[in-house]
C-alpha cells in the first residue's frame, strides 16, 4: 500500500473525529466561564494564588541578575527593592485567601494598587536615569502611566470593579467556549461533506 492510499484512507477518520475535539475543548472553556461567573469568589481565590505565586517567581527572576550589574547601583537598587517587592507581595497574596475572609480580595487589589504606584515611581527614575544617559526612555514612562492609571482606579472602586471584571471576563469566556462548540459543527458537517 502506497502512502498515498494511506493517508487518503485516515483523512476523513482524522476529520471526522478532529470536531470532537473542538467540540470538548469548547465545553471546558465555556464550563470554566461558568465557573468564573457563578464562584466568582472562589475564582478569586484560585486568581489570588496565582497571581501570588507570579509575583514570587517574578521577583526571584529579577533578583537574581539585579546582583549582576556592577556600572549602575541606582538601576539596581531600584530593581532589587522592586523585586523584594514582588517577593513580600507574592507571599502576601498567597497566603491571603487562607486567612482573610470575604474581602481579602478588595485588599489585594489595595496592595495591587500601592505596588503599581511604587513601581511606576521606580519606572520614573529608571526613565530619568535612562533619559541623561542618553538612551531611549519612552517605554518606562508609558509603563509608569498605565501603572499610575490602573492603580488610580483600583483605589477608586476595587470591589465593584474587581467583581465586574471578573464576570465580565467570566461571560467573555463563555461566550468563546461556545463560539469553539459552533464552530465544531461546522467543522464537522464540512468533513462529512467532504468525503462523502
Excluded: H
Aim: hydrophobic content about 60%; aromatic content about 12%.
Amino acid at each position: 500500500m502506497t502512502i498515498a492510499k494511506v493517508v487518503s484512507t485516515e483523512a476523513p477518520q482524522l476529520n471526522r473525529t478532529a470536531w470532537l475535539g473542538m467540540f470538548f475543548r469548547g465545553l471546558l472553556i465555556a464550563l470554566a466561564g461558568g465557573f468564573i461567573v457563578f464562584y466568582t469568589d472562589n475564582f478569586i481565590r484560585l486568581l489570588t494564588v496565582a497571581v501570588g505565586g507570579w509575583l514570587i517567581v517574578s521577583g526571584v527572576i529579577t533578583l537574581i541578575p539585579a546582583f549582576r550589574v556592577k556600572d549602575d547601583k541606582r538601576r539596581r537598587n531600584y530593581t532589587l527593592i522592586r523585586s523584594i517587592l514582588n517577593i513580600i507581595i507574592g507571599g502576601i497574596a498567597i497566603w491571603m485567601p487562607f486567612a482573610v475572609a470575604a474581602t481579602y480580595w478588595v485588599i489585594l487589589l489595595f496592595i495591587v494598587a500601592i505596588q503599581l504606584c511604587i513601581a511606576a515611581v521606580l519606572e520614573i527614575l529608571i526613565g530619568l536615569r535612562l533619559r541623561s544617559a542618553g538612551l531611549p526612555a519612552s517605554g518606562a514612562f508609558v509603563g509608569a502611566l498605565i501603572s499610575i492609571a490602573i492603580a488610580v482606579i483600583l483605589f477608586l472602586a476595587p470591589e465593584f470593579l474587581g467583581e465586574l471584571l471578573v464576570k465580565s471576563i467570566g461571560w467573555l469566556i463563555v461566550a468563546l467556549g461556545i463560539v469553539f462548540m459552533a464552530y465544531s459543527f461546522r467543522f464537522r458537517n464540512r468533513a462529512k461533506m467532504a468525503f462523502v
